[in-house]
């Protein structure tokens, strides 16, 4: 348990240095925010799952050379910096269940808005039906959203 947290507490004082030391645009470029939610996740399954215990090498790796990447401004090491965050995104949302925040939100729009406009042409009036359909996939979605969050099956909350 100490492992974990030391590993994460070391984590987020090398992020806090390099936001000292970068500027706020590649500080957000680099998406240094969602890195600090990733490793406090992977530390979270750690225990239970050998490919988070890659990836905390492998955060570690990208915090370290978060200083040569932004000085040197290589595009294929910037490519694989992003290949590596999408990777630990990609696990954490398919092998521990997490979503992003808002995603039940956007899906509930897109299916709203269908079941709107197919409302409203019931209706004879496409334009009276899509703000219905897209209120009630906004309203579910944000109930979704809610659960998700409660229960901490969200990426990085907001």
Avoid at 36 to 45: D, P, T
Wanted: positive net charge; aromatic residues 6%; charged residues 25%.
């Amino acid at each position: 348990m100490s492992n974990k947290s030391d590993w994460l507490d070391g984590i987020k004082r090398q992020v806090d240095l390099l936001r000292d030391t970068l500027s706020e645009r590649d500080y957000r470029k680099f998406k240094l925010r969602l890195l600090i939610c990733f490793a406090e996740r992977v530390a979270e399954f750690c225990g239970e799952c050998g490919e988070c215990q890659v990836f905390q090498k492998d955060i570690s790796a990208l915090v370290q050379d978060m200083g040569n990447l932004v000085q040197l401004a290589d595009k294929e090491r910037q490519k694989s910096y992003f290949k590596s965050m999408d990777k630990i995104a990609n696990h954490l949302q398919k092998q521990h269940k997490l979503v992003n925040a808002g995603y039940y939100m956007i899906i509930g729009i897109v299916i709203g808005s269908g079941i709107g406009v197919a409302l409203g042409a019931a209706m004879d009036h496409v334009a009276f039906g899509i703000p219905i359909g897209v209120g009630i996939g906004l309203a579910i979605g944000a109930a979704l959203d809610a659960k998700a969050m409660k229960e901490g099956r969200t990426l990085c909350p907001r």
